[in-house]
Each structure stands twice: as C-alpha cells, then as structure tokens.
C-alpha cells in the first residue's frame, strides 16, 4: 500500500515533561519546627514590662501642649490629631522664652518629683534577690 499524499504522518503521543517532585524527610528544619510548634505553643511576643518604677518627668512642651490642646481643638473642629500636633509645635516654637517660663518651672518641679520618686522607690526585682 502506498502512502497517499493527503494523509498525515501519525505522530508520537507527547509525553510531558515534569518535574521529580520532592519527599519532605522526616529529619528536615522544617518539620521538626512543624512537630515542635505542635508540642508546644508559641511564646508571645514583646511581653510587656510590669509598671513598677515612677513615671517620668515630663518636658515643658508637654505641660504646654497639655494646657493648650482643648483651646486648639475648639479653634480647629476640623483638623485630626495629627495636625493638632503640628499646630501645637509651631505655637511652641513661635513662644516667647517669658511664655514659655511657666511650663519650664513646672517640668523643673516635675523633674525634681521623678528624682525623688526614683530614689525611694525600691525595685520589686531587687527585693526578691
């Protein structure tokens, strides 16, 4: 039999080529983490401290922006907290050394406070030593 000109030549089933897939071993990082995590729950992160020690001192342009926050907020009902932060820095920094003098003596006695406070306070770590 002749071949005739308008037949097709068959053709070879294509077999597809793959990747050999890989076998997770038992000794692997990875499961042994698995196995681990399994066994045991994980530790929480950035436990916090216990509050034990006084409160720090604060500076004279938080007494400043303490006093001054309500009044910039009910000029300004508009603007976020953010922006009320910005308007109380520049209002600080555009303060006179006299305007300012009130809440440089209140941080001055804030921080004679924290001095005292730091100093008779016992660590509660220490006592346990």
């Known amino acids: 039999m002749a071949r005739s000109a308008t037949a097709k030549p068959a053709k070879a089933a294509a077999i597809p080529a793959t990747k050999p897939t890989k076998v997770a071993k038992a000794t692997s ?3 042994a983490k698995a196995s ?3 066994k045991e729950p994980k530790a929480k992160r950035g436990k916090k401290k216990a509050k ?3 409160k720090r001192a604060l500076s004279a342009y938080m007494f400043f922006s303490k006093a001054m926050r309500k009044t910039v907020q009910e000029e300004n009902p508009e603007v976020s907290f953010g922006q009320i932060g910005k308007i109380l820095g520049d209002k600080w920094k555009n303060l006179s050394d006299a305007a300012k003098a009130p809440y440089n003596a209140e941080s001055e006695k ?3 406070r924290y001095a ?3 100093a008779s ?8 030593e």
Do not use: W
């Open 29 to 31: 990082s990875r499961a």
């Open 110 to 112: 804030d921080k004679i």
């Open 36 to 38: 681990a995590a399994e």
């Open 121 to 128: 306070h016992v660590d509660v770590s220490e006592q346990s």
């Open 116 to 118: 005292n406070e730091k």
């Open 52 to 54: 034990t020690g006084p």
